[in-house]
């Protein structure tokens, strides 16, 4: 019983870097952009043109720009963290200093949009469905962006002013630019109401705006240093649409499709270090299909080695981390556990005197377990409801308010039909100080189709 219940309690730490583990982070080479190139069914025209109304009004270059970036969401992630943590950097020194991180050009390119690029980041789910729509239906999605053009066009809600020019070019193209092409304005408008029909963009809480129809404008982004200069390719006057002939992102000139690796799903990077005293390693990855993205790292060295992990999902807003260590005297580790509310806390320790270890869950739900070096074993918890449970050299004892009651081991009887020990209690719904909260790390009840819900398992 004893063992049983070190199991259950060694699986909350194990479960995390399990996380971590599972993620495949080979990327996968694709190339071609022929019709549709995704898993299972294609998005309709109605949910692609809800996925594209936050930005569909928004200059060419930097709908380009977003569109891109969008098939790395976590490296829009990134750049959006990497920015606030140096939000005093401006002008310049902004642009070289991003000009040395490893991101994609799209997304370099929108760290001179901080707005826009936080937007993306608040917005992950959204973003990552965006991304897979653009890289598996880019000339969907381009038709999608017109379509919308042309209703804000025809509500009277969408018209050339001192930031924005907005020419038609075609029955079928409506162009936007900036009316000095240095200076850069993001709109700002409300995409239920804007285009005379109120759409509403699955897995996507949009900035405060106007519950009107008017297209209103912050402050304008000056852009005329990457212009001129030609310093930084992934500069704003690299990007455009191409409407005519190549119907996709343009990027110096030629058809832009973004993650390449995105198709079937994961990816990833990792890397090593070795030196004399020890080694290191990290890798970090992202799967579109169920949104989860993780990162983990170890050291080691000639006095041990300490491993640490961390995951999270923003559609089911699942997250967990852990530390792992072990040195000559023995193992150690702690770990965190959120979802639906409930978080779970545990610790455990090993050494030549034994194990012990613990659990602490939101919910009142706690537990405490140890074994000896001679075999001797003991464990207590207490449900989130108030049942006592109690564990010691293969007896077990239980109080659910009368008292307690052994359950198992000599030389009293074990009566099956009233309880079956710690196991049993697990299985009753939730109340046990196992219970994670239910469902799964991975769980893919959720479909991130997007038109209902945030989730992709049934497309993948």
Known sequence: MIKSFMKRFL????????????????????????????????????????????????????????????????QVAAASNWLQQYSSVTGPLLMQAVDTQPWDPSVKALTQFPSVLDNLAKNLAWTSSLGEAYHTQAADV???VQVLRAKALAAGNLKSGQ??????QSPQVIVIQPVNPQVVYVPMYNPAVVYGYPYVTPAYVAPPVAATAVVAFGVGVAVGAM?????????????????????AVVYHGGAYYGNNAWHGGYY???GSAYGPNGSAHYSNGYNPSTGTYAR????????GSVSAGQAYNPRTGASASTVQGSNAYGSYGASTASK????????????????????????????????????????????????KYAAANGKTYSNTGSGWDQKSGSPSSYNKSSSSGWGGQEKSGGSSAMNSG?????SRASSSRGSSSMGRGGRR
């Open 11 to 74: 699986s909350t730490t194990l479960s995390v870097l399990l996380i971590v583990g599972a993620l495949p982070l080979g990327a996968r080479a694709q190339t071609g952009q022929s019709g549709y190139s995704g898993q299972g069914a294609p998005l309709s025209a109605q949910e692609l043109q809800q996925l594209v109304a936050p930005i569909a009004l928004y200059p060419d270059s930097l709908v380009a720009q977003i569109l891109g970036a969008a098939t790395f969401p976590d």
């Open 142 to 144: 381009m038709v999608a």
């Open 163 to 168: 930031q924005l020019t907005v020419v038609q």
């Open 227 to 247: 212009m001129a200069g030609g310093s930084y390719a992934w500069g704003y006057s690299s990007w455009n649409c191409g409407w005519h002939g190549t119907t």
């Open 268 to 270: 990833g990077s990792s």
């Open 296 to 303: 983990g790292g170890s050291v080691s060295n000639g006095y």
């Open 340 to 387: 639906n509310g409930t978080t779970v806390n545990s610790q455990h320790q090993t050494n030549a005197n034994g194990t012990t270890g613990q659990m602490h869950s939101s919910s009142g739900a706690s537990a405490y377990g140890a074994t000896g070096k001679n075999g001797n074993s003991a464990a207590v918890g207490e449900t989130a409801n108030g049942n």
């Open 438 to 442: 239910g469902g799964g790390w991975n």
